[in-house]
């Protein structure tokens, strides 16, 4: 047995939650496919939205929502099976590594690289469009699209543990997530009951979507942020981790238990 | 010597089946055991609960003196595993995959050293995902290395690589004995468990059948083997206690003897009355691999013994 005294001590919490959200971020970033979804696709709309070289502010917030809850919510979700799938996440597991600060450096990760992509979006509205932006409102949007995010992110891990095969990974995170846009509006007005209108400032979109336009267009001495939407978003951050501290996997899914100890090497 | 692996009365049952069935066995610091078995005898489920990713149904493991499953982040850091399939991350380089993994230990390998270990110090700035197979192997095994483990779990490291790569994953498995790591390897290959295995313990239908040194193994294996290539011949044409073990092909003699010089005598003085050619005369001890599906065939009902 080692001698505590003589044991070397284990390197420090901090430093290893840098780096690994450094490294998840890294991964995420350099996957080309991502980039191409969560930044090209919605600066794609908006130009094709655009009329006469003028988009407006909400549809620059909606574009920079969707770009955000895409990288998020799909991009993010069916990377984390896919990690798991591949033995990765259990590798990690068995590693010195607190469990929680993997956990956490992941879905951290995802909150910087879909804050960039929601960013870039908003650029590209400044840019091609002159959508005017100020210090003050950009902020603001960036309060928004970080809880926002988290808003995305934390259910996104939660629904994973869910997901049995990397093959059904886009199918059931997509399921999920186009309904929950389209009665959120973030794509475009769409003409709706009111039950479902008040049902979607319940769920994560619209208030994002909402919050955005709000942080871009915001006038001197109006409230920078609707509180109402920041509550919202944070409620299904904070109620996403939650349930996927409970939910999570480390483990790939075995085809069944019975299945899995005959096939057993 | 104090013991690195504990294991008493495990068992682990998935409904009705009971995947490992009351294994007990006890590992000293430093010692190199091979488990081997045929599919479905127990070795991942056994691993798999040693390394803590497995509750057992009933039965106490205790590894380094810790129940896996209470380990805590000082216990892992003692703790070395290379899975059953890969597990890295593609996107990454290998001296980015190492340097990730080095930062989590108290007193790690630098990865240059582990890089000539595991003989990818050319490869230090290539992509995971651009690797061959062998080579992803062994970054697997640099993982589960870089730490300086105390225990070293290891399972089925080397299945479907080439004899090359096999060879340089056994060398580096070696160096890391030779400081005292205890290892645990789980195979197919019976001659990985005879290049590297102290002991070696057979699991069967979830129990062990067998539990012993690679020497003491083979010699369970039964009698020694002569061989002798012939030209086509006829039974006729042989002595009556030749002819008792002309192969199915007549084309070989085959015997299984435990009287070597005089079943030795007796064939080669038949081979120089025909001239026959002793050039690809074979004579032998019986294989591990002979000893090994003697034990495992013993053991098993007919028809786990036909799928072993």
């Given at each position: ?56 502010v909400s549809a620059v917030a909606g574009r920079a929502v969707f770009g955000l809850t895409l990288t998020a919510w799909n991009i993010y979700g069916v990377r984390t099976v896919a990690a798991r799938e591949a033995g990765i996440l259990k590798r990690w597991r068995a590693t010195p590594l607190p469990r929680s600060c993997y956990f ?162 | ?308």
């Open positions: 047995m080692p001698d505590p005294a003589t044991t070397p001590r284990l390197p420090a919490v901090g430093p290893l939650l840098l780096t690994q959200v450094g490294y998840q971020a890294r991964l995420l970033a350099a996957n080309g496919r991502a980039v191409m979804i969560g930044v090209g696709l919605p600066v794609l709309l908006l130009i094709s939205s655009s009329s006469h070289s003028h988009v407006s956490a450096a992941r879905i951290l990760a995802t909150v910087v690289v879909s804050v960039l992509a929601g960013a870039a979006t908003v650029a590209a509205g400044v840019v091609l469009y002159g959508t005017h932006l100020t210090v003050t409102g950009a902020l603001g949007a960036l309060i928004v699209f970080v809880i926002g995010a988290a808003a995305w992110a934390a259910p996104a891990t939660a629904l994973t543990g869910a997901v049995s095969t990397i093959d059904s990974a886009g199918p059931i995170l997509l399921l999920v997530y186009f309904p929950v846009l389209v009665i959120s509006g973030v794509l475009g007005s769409v003409s709706e009951a009111h039950w479902l209108h008040t049902l979607a400032t319940y769920l994560p979109a619209e208030p994002l979507s909402h919050a955005a336009t709000s942080a871009l267009q915001h006038a001197p001495g109006a409230p920078l942020l609707p509180a109402r939407d920041l509550l919202v978003l944070a409620a299904w951050a904070i109620g996403g981790l939650a349930v996927a501290t409970v939910t999570f996997r480390w483990e790939p899914h075995r085809p069944t238990q019975r299945r899995a100890a005959r096939a057993d090497a | 010597m104090t013991e690195a692996v504990f294991v008493e009365h495990l068992s682990k049952r998935f409904g009705e089946l009971a995947a490992v069935d009351d294994v007990s066995f006890v590992v000293p610091e430093g010692q190199v055991v091979g488990v081997l078995g045929p599919n479905g005898a127990g070795k991942t489920t056994t691993l798999e609960m040693l390394e803590g990713f497995l509750a057992p149904t009933s039965g106490t493991i205790r590894i380094l003196g810790t129940d896996p499953r209470r380990g805590g982040r000082a216990w892992r850091a003692r703790v070395g595993l290379v899975l059953q399939s890969t597990s890295l991350d593609p996107e990454l380089t290998v001296r980015q995959t190492l340097d990730l993994y080095t930062a989590l230990y108290p007193r790690p390998w630098p990865a240059r050293e582990i890089l000539k270990l595991i003989d990818l110090a050319n490869d230090a700035q290539t992509r995971v995902g651009v690797l061959s197979g062998g080579q992803r192997r062994r970054v697997d095994l640099a993982i589960g290395i870089i730490g300086r483990p105390e225990i070293l779990f290891l399972d089925e490291p080397t299945t479907g690589l080439d004899p090359e790569a096999r060879r340089r994953t056994w060398t580096a498995v070696e160096r890391l004995t030779q400081a005292g790591t205890t290892v645990l390897l789980t195979t197919h290959y019976i001659d990985e468990v005879d290049r590297l295995a102290d002991r070696v313990i057979v699991l069967a239908g979830g129990r062990v059948v067998t539990d012993t040194t690679p020497r003491q193994l083979r010699a369970q294996g039964g009698p020694a083997t002569i061989r002798l290539p012939v030209g086509p011949v006829t039974v006729a044409e042989l002595p009556p206690k030749l002819a008792a073990h002309l192969d199915a092909d007549h084309d070989a003699i085959v015997i299984r003897t435990t009287d070597m010089a005089a079943d030795l005598g007796e064939l080669i003085a038949w081979a120089d009355a025909r001239d026959e050619n002793l050039a690809d005369l074979e004579v032998g001890p019986p294989s591990l691999e002979d000893a090994y599906l003697t034990a495992v065939g013993e053991r098993l009902p007919p028809e786990a013994s036909a799928d072993a």
